[in-house]
């Protein structure tokens, strides 16, 4: 074991004493986990905490999550609990002392032969009391900094029991609805119901709404499945299900339901949603970006489903152009449809975009698709939207797994797949779960975006990962700027340089083709980005006449970074598995 000054190991402890854990520690100082093990045993380290109260220990460790830079999704959910933690934990102290008080108040002696005076019985905390709140308080605290469209969504659910809005990325719309559902259920009483593929989907907006309340109102709102509100009116309930949840038609009340263009099974859910809001005084409302012309949806939305269902004289229904529902407009169907395009969420006093960087860092129809509300036709698309749905899972299944730990996977091997950034869009990093036995499904279980990043940055970042996961490979495209980062990485582990070329790039698809249709791959549905890149990957010439794939990747543009990414990751394998040895052979002549 190296030798180490007492300065060392006195910092180390100190590290440890703050709240520091052992790995943590090791990344900090870059000393030997088993070193900093042997230290914390020989020197008793833990002694030191033994009277140490167990809230202030808590709170230490809360606290230096809440000053690290960059909290992964392992430390926000620690932060999440130790927070419960020590609410809990004050909640029963505040109940032993009560208890105490009673007893000495019930005349017993005290220290001095003294009776310590009869004190106010402390009232019952209620449980998130919001019954204070008025019209007045969210007209000041949320109605305020809503955008003009957001207002017009506002004015719409007053009048629309049914409302469907087709939007751009990122213009606030979940962050907006999170905010009038928790303003309808404070001050009419009524419940919320927020409905998802996955139950991880679901908790998005959860986590929306405790965020804003605590910010705006610092009320502490408790539940995980339901919230249940005093409201002034009484009980109201926030909802937050998935369609396997075995209670999903049990419950009645307004229904939200986000990013629908992307959820797989949709005509099922939808079917549960309205079963759910079938009562007059119950409104649905759907909201989403753009997926392809092929999602079980798109007939929902341009009214083909309402014609097949309700033609009248035999006349088909014109439903409005686009132009139409840009400015909000009832249907034939009696929903309110609203488009919101980037250009439109300018208009209405967004100014979070710069509309030019963005057509520089994506090409015409990634812009069209994802800020112009434009659908994806998949006739020239390598991929099919039905196949990517089939991909998207619920991490809830996977036991194996646990983000918040240091090994999230354990010792078992895992494969990286690194896509390195062009000029000014975003590099990708994806871990994958390889099948533990031949034609079994890969999983993607952690993918990292990195904008504007140095790629000495990036390769420090690929390290740090490499001590949390056992990889036994990482593809690296190495066709431009991703040379640098692979210089790097190959400094401590054996990585894979991948060289574009037409052949290259037609294995990668390929493979990448032949797992997906053969329903081998797995990510999070909450990513829905990742279905995205994939579908704006397609069949090309290049100069020479060879058959190649492309994302409207330049010089100065990369595009489905992570669709790119998972290709690296998956070129592990090779390309027929069931022939590998008879392919060996023949290509080793």
Same mark, same amino acid.
């Given at each position: 074991m190296a030798q180490h000054s007492a300065e060392i190991i006195a910092a180390a402890k100190s590290l440890y004493l703050r709240g520091n854990k052992i790995p943590e520690i090791h990344k900090e100082m870059k000393i030997a986990r088993r070193t900093l093990y042997h230290w914390k045993e020989v020197y008793n380290w833990d002694d030191l905490k033994i009277n140490e109260d167990a809230i202030q220990c808590i709170a230490r460790r809360f606290n230096l999550l809440v000053e690290r830079d960059n909290k992964t999704d392992g430390d926000l959910k620690e932060m999440d609990r130790l927070h419960q933690y020590m609410l809990r934990e004050r909640e029963m102290r505040l109940r032993e002392l009560e208890s105490a008080n009673e007893e000495k108040d019930g005349g017993k002696p005290v220290v001095g032969g003294r009776k310590r005076r009869p004190k106010k019985k402390r009232g019952k905390v209620i449980k998130n009391d919001v019954s204070h709140l008025t019209e007045k308080d969210f007209k000041e605290k949320f109605h305020k900094d809503f955008f003009e469209y957001q207002h017009e969504l506002r004015e719409a659910k007053k009048v629309h029991r049914s409302r469907n809005i087709l939007k751009s990325r990122q213009i606030g719309a979940t962050w907006y609805f999170a905010q009038e559902a928790f303003e309808d259920a404070v001050l009419t009483g009524d419940n919320q119901i927020f409905l998802s593929a996955t139950r991880r989907q679901a908790d998005v907006f959860r986590r929306y709404i405790v965020a804003i309340v605590k910010d705006k109102f610092d009320i502490e709102l408790k539940g995980t499945e339901e919230i249940?509100?005093?409201?002034?009116?009484?009980?109201?309930?926030?909802?937050?299900?998935?369609?396997?949840?075995?209670?999903?038609?049990?419950?009645?009340?307004?229904?939200?339901?986000?990013?629908?263009?992307?959820?797989?099974? &949709? $005509?099922?859910? #939808? /079917?549960?949603?309205?079963?759910?809001?079938?009562?007059?005084?119950?409104?649905?409302?759907?909201?989403?970006?753009?997926?392809?012309?092929?999602?079980?949806?798109?007939?929902?939305?341009?009214?083909?489903? &309402? $014609?097949?269902? #309700? /033609?009248?004289?035999?006349?088909?229904?014109?439903?409005?152009?686009?132009?139409?529902?840009?400015?909000?407009?009832v249907c034939p169907d009696k929903t309110w449809r609203k488009i919101i395009t980037l250009k439109d969420a300018e208009k209405g006093g967004c100014d979070l975009f710069d509309i030019e960087y963005l057509k520089i860092q994506y090409s015409d129809d990634e812009f069209k698709n994802l800020f112009m509300c434009e659908f994806v036709d998949e006739l020239q698309a390598v991929f099919r939207l039905r196949q990517l749905e089939a991909c998207m899972a619920d991490p809830e299944d996977w036991d194996d797994v646990d983000p918040d730990v240091d090994r999230p996977f354990g010792n078992r091997q895992v494969w990286g797949g690194y896509d390195p950034s062009r000029n000014r869009d975003d590099a990708a990093f994806v871990v994958l779960a390889p099948p533990e036995q031949p034609g079994g499904k890969f999983r993607v279980i952690a993918r990292f975006k990195w904008v504007d990043k140095s790629y000495t940055w990036q390769a420090e970042q690929i390290k740090k990962l490499t001590e949390r996961y056992n990889f036994s490979h990482i593809g690296i495209d190495t066709t431009g700027p991703g040379i640098g980062v692979y210089d790097i990485v190959k400094s401590f582990f054996p990585a894979t340089a991948i060289h574009y070329s037409p052949l290259i790039k037609s294995q990668l698809v390929l493979k990448a083709k032949d797992v997906i249709e053969n329903g081998r791959l797995e990510w999070d549905s909450v990513h829905n980005d990742i279905a995205h890149a994939f579908l704006t990957i397609r069949q090309d010439t290049s100069t020479t006449g060879f058959i190649t794939y492309s994302a409207a990747r330049t010089a100065s543009t990369g595009h489905a970074d992570v669709a790119w990414a998972i290709m690296h990751a998956l070129h592990n394998e090779p390309l027929n598995t069931k022939y590998k040895k008879k392919i060996e052979i023949i290509v080793g002549k």
């Open positions: 249940v509100l005093h409201a002034k009116h009484g009980s109201a309930s926030l909802i937050f299900l998935s369609t396997n949840s075995k209670s999903a038609q049990s419950h009645s009340g307004h229904v939200y339901i986000d990013e629908y263009f992307w959820i797989t099974k &949709f $005509n099922e859910l #939808y /079917k549960v949603a309205t079963a759910m809001a079938s009562h007059k005084k119950w409104r649905i409302t759907l909201f989403s970006t753009p997926s392809a012309v092929t999602h079980e949806a798109y007939d929902l939305w341009t009214g083909d489903r &309402f $014609n097949r269902r #309700y /033609k009248q004289k035999g006349r088909r229904q014109e439903f409005p152009g686009f132009k139409d529902m840009q400015k909000g407009v």
